[in-house]
């Protein structure tokens, strides 16, 4: 398999939200808050603001999405966290995540 095709199959894994990639990923977070001294909730709700911040596509969004959803983080708050989240990041960036969570919830869908 030439450089160029395995480029495309990581690509793919990428945009389509799963795959080798995308699984890699989610246990180097999972790994990663076991590390920090935070609880779950409160790591992964920096991590949501961090890629908030980051102005983050819709894949970045989709491990922490996945990990909030398995330790019972509703939508909820995460849309508590957009609102409390505007005045320092700008009306730019909540719209952008908003869109970018949506899609990956629609990644995750299939």
Do not use: F, K
């Amino acid at each position: 398999m030439t450089a160029q095709v395995q480029l495309q199959e990581l690509l793919n894994d990428l945009t389509d939200g799963g795959g080798p990639v995308l699984e890699t990923l989610g246990r180097m977070n999972a790994d990663a808050l076991q590390h920090s001294g935070l609880d779950e909730r409160t790591a992964l709700m920096a991590r949501i603001s961090a890629l908030v911040a980051l102005d983050a596509s819709p894949t970045s969004y989709l491990v922490h999405l996945g990990m909030a959803d398995q330790i019972g983080i509703a939508p909820e708050d995460i849309r508590a966290v957009l609102i409390e989240l505007a005045p320092v990041v700008g009306s730019a960036r909540i719209v952008s995540a908003a869109a970018n969570i949506e899609r990956a919830i629609q990644l995750a869908s299939g």
